[in-house]
Each structure stands twice: as structure tokens, then as C-alpha cells.
């Protein structure tokens, strides 16, 4: 039998291996090393997967962030360069109290859950990240949703001077994605500030992105700086590139192949270069939980 990275370097260690790095820091007066081990703790939940995760190094170093790059590797190179503070994420449309939000209103410390989900890429790829966060529920029924509003729309960042891949069209920049309101309103959909015990990474979507983990991963959107919530269905950033490949719902789902390869199976990142394709799940395994939001909907049209 083979061991994954996260076998050797399972959850429990690494955040052991943390604190033993924080600790020794500070015994040894180490400022600096001190507070870039600064911790953040989520409490436990019971939606969260006991699969083991992916190790820190797989999860920051294999990403999709096309702001700095089309490259697995680009942002972990290149998204240093992100002022991610100070940060605000504007909230408006069909809503009560809009307004200019900072992340600590939107996901306070004492409101902080670990989520480990699984999050499968429509490439046909899959991790295991274990998020930081709040339901984004919480955050809608801050700033009051109207009964008007139907879907939720967002925003990335667009600043081309830090994210040099804005500064080519590969895409119709800012980034933007969007959910139906009761997706949004789910208890599995997030926005997360952190993953493992660390503020989130930039590469990562710094510091607030959304995690919808039955959906796609395009769906979650890195870095976000607006909100709006609004009554019809608003255009994302992948389905606005290429309506016949991507959708606006994007579930995961093995039995509707993308158009130019199949989505029955996946490749499981960190597994070894041979050892691990899995079977995809429908809604990736969290079918149990968010199957009824589709009931009646032909998904292979609704893709
Ligand atoms: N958000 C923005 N703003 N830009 C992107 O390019 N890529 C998406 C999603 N969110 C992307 C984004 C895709 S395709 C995936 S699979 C996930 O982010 C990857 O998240 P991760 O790098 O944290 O694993």
C-alpha cells in the first residue's frame, strides 16, 4: 500500500507540529516567528468530512487563481503581492443594511468553524481542505435579505497593479460568481477567512472567499470585495467564457461529462502520480444534504 502526504502528515500532527513551532518561538523570544505562527481555531463540526485532508504544502501549492496566473504553481509564486489589509467587502441590493463590512464583522472570532470538505475541480481534480469560517447564512441574516431577492451575486477584487494576470483578458475581470438564494442560504455553503490553524493564504483567496463544497470548485469565488443580492439570475465569470462547457449551477455530477472529458472519475492530489483516481460522487458526496434544492430539475440541462 502506498502512503499519501496526508497519511505521513496527518491533521492532528501537523497542528501539534504548529503549536510546537509557536511555543518554541516564543520561549526562544522569536517575535517574528512567534506571530507568523498565529493561530486561528474553528470549532469542530459535524458536517465536516473525516476523511484525512491534504497537507498545508499540497492545499498552497496547487491552486486556480487565473488573478496571477493560469499555472498550478502561479499563485503560490506570484499572490505575496496581494494587500489583503486593510480589507472591505461592500454588501447591496436587495438588502436591509448594506454597507461596507470588514471581515472581522462578517466572520468574528468567537462565530470561527472548521469545515474539512472534500472540494472537486471541474478539471477533474480533488482535494481535502479543512476551512475556517462562517455559514454564510450568518452573514446574509446580518445585513437582512428582502423578499425580493432571489440569488446572491460576487465579486473578486480588481486591482491588475497586484494581480498580474488581470492584466491580460483571459478572462472578463473582476471575477464573478453567483448561487440561487437557498443555495446560499444552506448550512454547507461558507465564507471562509482560514484553513488548517492560519489566517487564509493568499493563494488561497485572502482574506474571505466563498466554499460551496457540492459545486464545482469555479463556484468558489477567492477574495471577495462585493455582495449584492439581487432578484435574477446573475452572469458568472466561467459560464459568461463558455455557456456550452459551464454552467450557471455547476454541481458535481459524474454523470454529465464537460464536453471535453469525462467527469465520472478524479484525480486525488497527493495521492502519487499513479495511485489515485477515485469515483466522482453526485453533488460530491454531499447529496444527502442539498439533493432537494434540485428536486424536479433536469440537471443534465441545469449543468
Ligand atoms: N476565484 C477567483 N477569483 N479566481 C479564480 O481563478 N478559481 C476557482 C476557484 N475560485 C478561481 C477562484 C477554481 S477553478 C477552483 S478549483 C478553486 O478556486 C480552487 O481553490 P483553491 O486554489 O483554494 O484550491
Known sequence: MKLNWSDVTPHRMYLDRRKFIGVSAAALALPALASRAQALTGRPSPLSTD??????????????????GTGKEDPARYADQLTVDPWSVEIGGLVDRPGS??????????????????????????????WIGVPLASVLQKVGVQPSAKYVEFETLLRP??????????????????????????????????????????????????????????????????INLVADQPLNTW??????????????????DHPRWSQATHRVIGAGLFGGREETQMFNG????????????DLAVNY
Open 101 to 130: 463590512y470588514g471581515v472581522e464583522d462578517l466572520a468574528p472570532d468567537n462565530a470561527l468553524e472548521e469545515r474539512i470538505y472534500r472540494l472537486r475541480c471541474v478539471e477533474a481534480w480533488s482535494m481535502v481542505i479543512p
Open 161 to 226: 497593479e497586484e494581480m498580474p494576470g488581470q492584466q491580460r483578458a483571459i478572462l472578463d475581470w473582476p471575477y464573478r460568481e453567483g448561487l440561487r438564494l437557498d443555495e446560499a442560504m444552506h448550512p454547507l455553503t461558507i465564507l471562509a477567512t482560514g484553513l488548517y490553524d492560519q489566517p487564509m493564504p493568499k493563494q488561497n483567496g485572502a482574506p474571505i472567499r466563498l466554499v460551496v463544497p457540492w459545486k464545482y470548485g469555479f463556484k468558489s469565488i477567492k477574495s471577495i470585495v462585493r
Open 239 to 256: 459560464k459568461q467564457l463558455q455557456s456550452s462547457e459551464y454552467g450557471f449551477y455547476a454541481n458535481v455530477n459524474p454523470q454529465v
Open 286 to 297: 454531499y447529496g444527502d444534504q442539498v439533493a432537494s434544492l434540485y428536486a424536479g430539475m
Open 51 to 68: 476523511q484525512p485532508p491534504n497537507t498545508f504544502e499540497e492545499i498552497t501549492n496547487y491552486n486556480n487563481f487565473y488573478e496571477f
